[in-house]
């Protein structure tokens, strides 16, 4: 065991992040979710998966951390689209572990202080990767940004600005069946949960064009046992639409949903691009963009193949009983954090499909009716000896909300947050880690056959682990890791950024050694020369109804 203590330093950093995280979570939770299913007990395996990760990720954080720095992971999150984004650093990251903590006290098991080295070193992880990820803007949070999440360099936007196909009816109809097709699979794949989809943007095009990512994610045979065979034929396993917008008001949450005004926004959209990428790629690659009819045809294919596999996964959960169906709901939402292990090559699919003993002592107890009380009471009523606080507080979000009512009593004075108290400052007494080496765990679920499918094939966990140690991007050394958009502003002559956009810009239908120097101006003139419109003309004839 660790003889770590925590400085008084480290105690308020902590509490600052669990008040934030408090005032986020309830936010999101009272009004941009549902936890509501029709095929899988979604608040059994909803509140449980809470407790497996509080037991869970610490470990796993610590053997990753190893091999690759939170800073890395950050790094790396940003110039792909992978599992692991602006919805799952968050919901893994924070939510799921805190969120357990909070359910152990609330049920007595633990005490505010209780594994209080875990709960400094979770904490501190998920504030390095999400600085690192977030640092052109500087946000931890969209809910503090404005529900923006403003992650991507200026070099990537500028191949999506450039390279993106102007829409016309046969291409909108193929983004409208890729999309329908994807979101429905990757529902089920999750267990009717979205961990499997994620966003990021909106961004700036000048007049009111917006461009913003969709991503859609873990669609072929991965660490979900369930995956095997059914997901064998879809070719990628991670998939990006890039969509320019126009006049459509746009915002992404911390749970990496965009959310649009008008929410039927498609006759909106004026261009598309796909991309693909996973962790051992370091752009997102173009997808069926040689010409916009192969693009129109390889949404098509993708989305056919997607279909095809909807109909065996939901064979597949539906023989399912409510045991086994609670356990890949908690599995599914924890997998959340599973690129850590696979970037790492730490990645052992036992620690990814089995439940913790000290969750399953609670099965009996999470049943549909208490895990929506329990549910109730973090987010909405703060009742009960821990969801209550001092008489005198006023929960942020609650008072917000309060504040344009008439003839209203004040909310109840609680939060979903427990401080640790400052007390353990006098003399340490508290537990350090929830768990310190090899903890009971079990599946009743069936064991993954298959292999791991990537960009540059199938993998053993073996050939993965031994790829993922190997791996190298100049992106992620120096000079060009520490090139954000702040150096580019004042350094964009330098030689080296130079180089770095010419790298990003290697696959680039239409940017392909243009180097650093762009601004939107050029890139409408090549868009031109190109003998394609600027999506400001492309803006005015959808206006004009053309």
Known sequence: MSEWRISEEQLHLVNTALAEHDDTIARNLMT???????????????????????????????KASEYISPEDVGHRMRNSSIQLGTLTSNMGGQLLYLQGRVE?????????????????????????????????????????????????????????????????????????????????????????????????????????????????????????????????????QNLTLALITDDVRIEVTDFGTAYTVPEAYQEHILGVGLYTSDIFSDRLIPVGMGSKKEL???????????????????????????????????????????????????????EWEMIDDRVRRLWPLYNEEFGTASFMSDYITYDGLHGAAGEYLVHPYSYRQWRPGADMELPKSGRVAQLVPAFVLNDHDYSRRASDGATSTRSDLARKTSTYQFLEGRLTQDELNAKARAYTSPLLQAPWRNFDDASVKFGYGDPDVDAMYRYTQETSRLLRDRGSTLVRADIERIRKEAGEPTWAEVSVKLRAGG
């Open 104 to 236: 152990l006290i609330k049920l007595g098991v633990l005490r505010p202080e209780d594994n209080l080295e875990d709960l400094w070193y979770v904490t501190d992880w998920h504030e390095r990767v999400m600085s690192t990820y977030r640092r052109n803007e500087g946000h931890i949070w969209t809910d503090s940004a404005g529900d923006l999440s403003h992650v991507l360099d200026e070099r990537a936007l500028q191949v999506f600005e450039a390279d993106a196909y102007e829409v016309d009816d046969e291409l909108r109809a193929a983004v409208g069946r890729f999309s329908a097709v994807a979101s429905q699979y990757s529902f089920l794949v999750y267990c009717e949960s979205r961990v499997g989809m994620d966003s990021n943007g909106p961004y700036n095009l000048g007049g009111q064009r917006l461009l913003h990512l969709r991503n859609f994610l873990t669609l072929g045979e991965s660490g979900l046992p369930w995956m095997d065979d059914v997901a064998k034929d879809i070719p990628y």
């Open 32 to 62: 941009r979710t549902a936890q509501e299913s029709k095929l899988f007990p979604m608040l059994p395996y909803f509140m449980m998966s809470f407790m497996q990760a509080y037991y869970m990720y610490p470990g796993i954080i610590r």
């Open 296 to 350: 129109i045809d390889t949404l098509g294919e993708i989305a056919a193949t997607i279909k095809a596999a909807i109909t065996p996964l939901h064979r597949r959960f539906a023989a399912m009983g409510f045991d086994r169906m609670t356990e890949a709901g908690i599995l599914a939402y924890c997998y959340a954090l599973s690129d850590i292990s696979f970037m790492s090559g730490t990645y052992d699919q036992a």
